[in-house]
């Protein structure tokens, strides 16, 4: 959980920070993020998954997905603690480059990679570029060749494979077929026919196959039957190639707590689960263990942070049954959370600043948008002597939260404060009306 602790007047403390002095230094709303716990939270995954794994003779890298969130010194933080770093777009890899990570500890993802992004890529020479179809096969060993790369020096791939499971929240299901863009479907033999048409290609090295079933996903059991799939996929090559895949990546997905009625998907349980169904696999096809990968985004970065909100217009509506439903205005909302319009995300929220009444009231956080679905949390008992000027805070935005932010409504995106051992330092500041009007050219 991230490092926050109440005082007897209620007032919040992040990572030993007061709530209110990180307001008076860096004004609302903003993101505040406990360095430490995104380190502890990158160890958790090396550290399980390098543990579970080594009794079959397999390493593991952990690449983290940098759309939860990225920043310079984020991918130096990640860097530092052993992860690699996962890209899906130019603007990603240019930060993880800016951020002094090599490009062999960098992948590139995406179902529609432009041509400079592959020709970045290359450049780069990241460690893996996911291709995503058949046509991006060809493309990508178009630039390879263009770019002088042959068969002594292959470009490294592996093939975006979609099983039929897709899952997310509290349920998975598991089709056959695929009405969605990513990757190439098992159905029909044609992820088969993908890793093959990437080994007629000398200037390209497959390195594997990889796969990702969605996002914020609590029952582990999905990512078990995802791994079984996959490793019949590795064996299916292997026996109408003779070629036996080094690597397989799972992806990403393992669930967080946002309230705190939801259960966080336990990482070392995780880890142990998958490489008994990995090691059980193996020993059934009589084969090696594959080297694996996975991409953990909102796992690692999610519960890292909290946003500060000032409280503005408190607002009593009266309901067509005639209950009163308090509307808390705070100075932010969907441009710095898209997540409760978009998905109907589900928030809680504290007082930051002084306990409040022990009377609560029942409350709807919203932003200052116009839009009336510009909503932070629909439902919440918040105390009933709430005012203009309290201190809300926010837990759990630190993944799909500043990555997602727009400037709807010219709002300025907040920054990032990194807190770590007693110290708060900007890590992405504050954008100005400077910032948005130097894009306005008149
Ligand atoms: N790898 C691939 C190929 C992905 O597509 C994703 C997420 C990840 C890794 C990281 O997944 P994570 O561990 O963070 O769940 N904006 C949505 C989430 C979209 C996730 C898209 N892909 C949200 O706010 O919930």
Not at 12 to 37: K, M, N, Q, W
Not at 44 to 61: K, M, N, R, W
Not at 72 to 86: F, K, Y
Not at 145 to 150: C, D, E, L, Q
Request: hydrophobic content about 45%.
């Amino acid at each position: 959980p991230l490092n926050a602790t109440m005082s007897d007047d209620g007032a919040l403390a992040l990572a030993g920070i007061d709530a209110a002095a990180l307001v008076a230094e860096f004004g609302t709303p903003s993101y505040i993020l406990d360095e430490e716990h995104f380190r502890a939270r990158a160890r958790v995954f090396i550290d399980s998954f390098t543990a579970a794994f080594a009794p079959l003779g397999a390493s593991v890298d952990v690449y983290y997905a940098g759309k939860s969130f990225l920043s310079v010194a984020v991918a130096r933080w990640a860097r530092e603690e052993g992860l690699r770093v996962d890209t899906c777009t130019g603007g990603e890899l240019a930060v993880a480059l800016r951020a002094g990570v090599p490009g062999a500890e960098i992948g590139l993802h995406g179902n529609n990679k432009s041509d400079s992004e592959i020709s970045r890529a290359l450049e780069a020479r990241v460690g893996r570029i996911v291709v995503d179809s058949f046509a991006e096969i060809d493309r990508v060993a178009a630039a390879a060749r263009a770019a002088g790369r042959t068969g002594a020096d292959p470009v490294p791939v592996m093939v975006r494979v979609t099983t039929g499971i897709h899952a997310g929240g509290h349920e998975f299901i598991s089709t056959a077929h695929e009405d969605q863009k990513f990757g190439v479907s098992l159905a029909g033999g044609q992820a088969l026919a993908a890793l093959a048409a990437v080994l007629g290609h000398p200037e390209l090295e497959l390195l594997g196959a990889h796969t990702h079933i969605g996002s914020q996903i609590q029952d582990a059991h999905a990512f078990e039957i995802n791994a079984r799939k996959m490793l019949g996929l590795r064996e299916d090559l292997r026996s109408t190639t003779g070629y036996l895949m080094p690597e397989l990546d799972l992806g990403g997905g393992y669930g967080i707590a946002y309230t705190p009625e939801e259960i966080p998907i336990d990482v070392p349980s995780l880890a142990l689960d998958l490489a008994g169904v990995v090691g059980q696999v193996c020993t059934e096809l009589g084969t090696t263990v594959p080297r694996i990968s996975i991409e953990p985004g909102r796992s690692i970065v999610g519960s890292t942070t909290v946003t500060l909100y000032t409280v503005g217009v408190v607002k009593p509506v009266t309901l067509e049954d005639g209950s009163v439903r308090v509307y808390v205005s705070v100075d932010g909302g969907m441009s710095d959370n898209i997540r409760p319009a978009l998905y109907d995300a589900r928030y809680t929220a504290r007082l930051a600043n002084r306990t409040g009444s022990a009377q609560t009231m029942r409350a709807r956080v919203v932003g200052k948008h116009c839009e009336s679905g510009d909503i932070v949390i629909s439902d919440i008992a918040l105390p009933a002597d709430i005012a203009p000027g309290d201190l809300l805070a926010v837990p759990a935005t630190g993944a799909y939260g500043r990555s997602m932010a727009s400037n709807y409504n010219h709002v300025l995106r907040p920054p990032v404060v990194a807190v770590s051992g007693g110290r708060a330092r900007v890590i992405v500041r504050r954008e100005t009306e400077d910032d948005l009007l130097a894009l306005d050219l008149g």
